[in-house]
């Protein structure tokens, strides 16, 4: 009986496991975007414009199953060239010798439409564990579509760069607020 036990669940597993179909991610539709407190008052807003991810989502359960996503760091694009070529540059991300940053997801927790997800985020080749939290989840025929928030401090990551403000405190603040929008399609 225990071993027609084990036999059953080791289906279940597997069958979920079979569920699970290939995404690809529509960058006209998409977005990996960023924001931080510039001189303690406002948030200046970025984005990456270069980018690919692996998805597999189950739609059934509205889980995630692999999510691995590669970004260009030279794409990075605040609106600002001047600012943009200093992000660009061995004060931030130091593009000519650190081409990608990527994020690998290592597990997810469902619950409804959200969820959390926990994954590996390397920049300037530093690896380091980050939780985001996935929301709206949609799904329509073979499209989905979600959104992941989360917040990263830049220091953890080498991004050193800053300037003391003579009024107190610093012109980049370290804490980076992450916010990605993605569609995708069934592949």
Do not use: C
Not at 6 to 33: E, P, R, W
Not at 36 to 63: I, L, Q, R
Not at 150 to 155: A, F, M, P, S, T
């Amino acid at each position: 009986m225990k071993i027609l036990s084990k036999i059953a669940s080791g289906m279940i597993l597997s069958t979920g496991l079979l569920m699970a179909a290939s995404y690809s991610v529509d960058n006209a539709h998409s977005n990996v975007g960023f924001s931080v407190k510039h001189m303690m008052v406002t948030n200046v807003h970025g984005k990456f414009t270069s980018y690919d991810a692996k998805v597999e989502f189950d739609d059934a359960t509205k889980t995630f199953k692999k999510l691995v996503t590669n970004i260009d760091t030279k794409s990075i694009d605040t609106g600002i060239e001047k600012r943009d070529n200093h992000l660009r540059s061995d004060d931030f991300f130091a593009v000519e010798k650190f081409p990608k940053m990527t994020f690998e997801m290592t597990s997810y927790k469902a619950d409804g439409d959200d969820g959390k997800m926990t994954g590996n985020l390397t920049i300037r080749g530093i690896t380091k564990p980050v939780v985001l939290e996935v929301e709206d989840i949609a799904i329509l025929g073979d499209k989905v579509g979600f959104s992941i928030e989360g917040k990263i401090n830049r220091q953890d990551f080498d991004l050193k760069w800053n300037k003391a403000i003579e009024l107190g405190g610093v012109a980049v603040s370290d804490e980076v607020k992450i916010k990605v929008d993605i569609e995708a399609k069934k592949q």
